[in-house]
């Protein structure tokens, strides 16, 4: 019996962003590896109900209390919103997808939930002016993982070459974060990704993109890389677990190297702790797809998984238009 959801690869990056953003909430922002093994024990790891009595006496911090399980976080919430707008549009228009985000996010819009600093100061700039007038970068100096959050659909729907793709990655992530360090874990995510839909296998795309993540980033990627098996607490130690990308890019990339499935990835990835939803968009694209390409568009993400997502009918009903 299949367990597992059949996908197209392109199709799978987007699903398997948001079903793993969504399975993480529960836990996202709790920073002690040993209260989330407890709580792995007694209630489980994914798609849990957000609860503060488990961030309680322990290094956390508890944002999701008006969210439901199986519910998206702002960074998902980002993924359907660049999806929204590519299935939309046929396209990223810049000036246009600045006015749904400010829609979407700002006061009196969709979303309800935490917003993190490169969001407000988005919203602070764009709010008082007239669309024609908003600036190429309306982002924060931040390289918090909203810089990625808007990669999966984004990446799906491109098919120029990398170097075309790399120059829109930059206008989208300056959106949110104009920051140069984010942009470069953008653009390294980013083809990554392009490089998995392209056929090619992950450990392949993960050191073939390297050229693409800048002074700052690629030595930290590189000694991510250069970890023989999974051992994913240890390179939590290494680099850390926060939301900002130095840390956890070099997580991603030796999940994404090492995982043999996507349940596993998505698993490891939570039971880490901290940032687990900004690391989850991208690791789970690449998992997705990368499982439905070596299957020949096959298994990928669990079915009971995505059964509790919440928002992906209409996330399925984006990518058919794309």
């Given at each position: 019996m299949n367990t597992?959801?059949?996908?197209e690869p392109r199709v799978a990056a987007i699903l398997g962003a948001l079903v793993a953003d969504a399975a993480a909430l529960g836990l996202h922002w709790l920073y002690d590896p040993e209260r989330i093994a407890h709580i792995e024990?007694?209630?489980?790891?994914?798609?849990l109900q957000p609860d503060a009595n488990d961030?309680?006496?322990?290094?956390?911090?508890f944002a999701h209390g008006n969210k439901q399980a199986g519910d998206s976080s702002a960074y998902g919430e980002l993924c359907h919103l660049m999806l929204r707008h590519i299935a939309r549009h046929g396209k990223f228009y810049r000036v246009d997808y600045q006015s749904e985000y400010r829609s979407y996010f700002g006061p009196g819009g969709g979303y309800?939930?935490?917003i993190d600093s490169p969001t407000r100061v988005t919203?602070?700039?764009?709010?008082?002016?007239k669309p024609e007038d908003f600036p190429l970068q309306s982002g924060a100096d931040d390289d918090q993982f909203a810089a990625l959050a808007a990669l999966p659909a984004l990446v799906a729907a491109h098919h120029e070459s990398p170097d075309a793709l790399n120059a829109k990655i930059e206008q989208a992530v300056r959106l949110t974060n104009h920051n140069d360090t984010a942009v470069a874990a953008a653009q390294y995510a980013g083809c990554v990704l392009l490089a998995v839909l392209n056929g090619q296998p992950i450990q392949q795309a993960l050191t073939g993109s390297l050229p693409f993540a800048g002074e700052k980033l690629r030595p930290l990627l590189d000694e991510a890389l250069q970890?023989?098996?999974?051992?994913c607490a240890a390179v939590a130690k290494r680099f850390g677990n926060a939301c900002h990308v130095p840390e956890g890019l070099p997580v991603?990339?030796?999940?994404?190297?090492?995982?043999?499935?996507?349940?596993?990835?998505?698993?490891?990835?939570?039971r880490i702790g901290g940032?687990?939803?900004g690391r989850a968009i991208m690791l789970g694209a690449l998992m997705a797809a990368s499982t439905a390409q070596r299957a020949g568009a096959g298994a990928s993400i669990p079915l009971e998984w995505a059964a509790r997502c919440r928002k992906l009918s209409a996330a399925a009903d984006g990518c058919a238009r794309l």
């Open positions: 597992s959801m059949t996908l024990k007694t209630k489980g790891l994914v798609f961030y309680a006496g322990v290094s956390g911090y309800q939930g935490y919203l602070q700039t764009l709010l008082p002016l970890v023989k098996t999974l051992d991603i990339a030796h999940i994404a190297r090492h995982a043999p499935d996507y349940r596993t990835a998505i698993e490891e990835n939570i940032d687990s939803c």
